[in-house]
């Protein structure tokens, strides 16, 4: 089936510093890639859709120039969180689809600590 | 705006029983339904739902959507303790493609 990879796994960094996150697929071209978080004990947020080639689309509340995203190529988003600060502290996890009308395929998520 | 909610929030059972979790929307523009387990880190998919009354299954594992209803359920009979784990619900919105999830259910199957 297919596979979306998202690296990195875990980071922790240091209050200030901005951290990349990179999602590709890896057998099949995602035009469209989601970007969502998590916090301990709540469910996945919706935090911005990543169009191959155009602007993302985020959703209310996520701050766009603070989650900076771009889909440079069919088979890579990536999310970069600026100036991160300790709230930016949660599981964030891509997910692409093959086609429209496909189900979801989530990468295996990157676990932000932020000091 | 969107919304799915899923219940109960937790649940406790002994292995070999059968469970049946919830899960109601309120998606704009309604496309499917889609359930996923969450065991540890990325959720794995189960099962997508976009007719009504007819009922997917997957070894033990088993949905059906209602859409006058506006819910779904899943059916996990003779649990096993390596069914524990977050389920999670989720509604498509057909405008967006996007998916909004509900909180979960957390299970747990002991011996």
């Known amino acids: 089936g297919a596979v979306v990879s998202q690296h990195p796994s875990r980071v922790i960094c240091k209050s200030g510093t901005s951290v990349k996150i990179e999602c590709r697929s890896l057998d099949f071209q995602a035009t469209t890639m989601f970007w969502y978080r998590q916090f301990p004990k709540q469910s996945l947020m919706l935090m911005a859709t990543?169009?191959?080639?155009?602007?993302?689309?985020?959703e209310q509340g996520v701050e766009k120039d603070k989650f900076l995203i771009n889909h440079a190529s069919l088979t890579l988003s990536t999310l970069t969180v600026t100036s991160a600060h300790p709230e930016d502290s949660s599981f964030y996890i891509c997910?692409?689809?093959?086609?429209?009308?496909?189900?979801?395929?989530f990468g295996s998520g990157t676990q932000l600590s932020v000091l | 705006e969107d919304k799915v909610v899923q219940s109960p929030l937790s649940l406790v059972v002994h292995e070999g029983d059968t469970v049946t979790l919830n899960c109601s929307y309120e998606v704009t523009n309604f496309r499917s339904l889609l359930w996923y387990k969450q065991e540890k880190k990325a959720p794995t998919f189960l099962f997508m739902l976009t007719s009504s009354g007819i009922e997917k299954k997957s070894g033990r594992l088993s949905s059906i959507l209602d859409k006058k209803e506006l819910s779904s359920i899943l059916n996990i009979t003779a649990t096993q303790t390596g069914d524990s784990a977050i389920y999670l619900c989720a509604g498509e919105s057909g405008t967006a493609s996007k998916l909004t999830f509900g909180t979960g259910t957390r299970l747990q199957v002991t011996l």
């Open positions: 997910s692409a689809r093959l086609l429209a009308n496909e189900k979801l395929f």
């Open positions: 990543s169009n191959e080639g155009s602007k993302a689309t985020y």
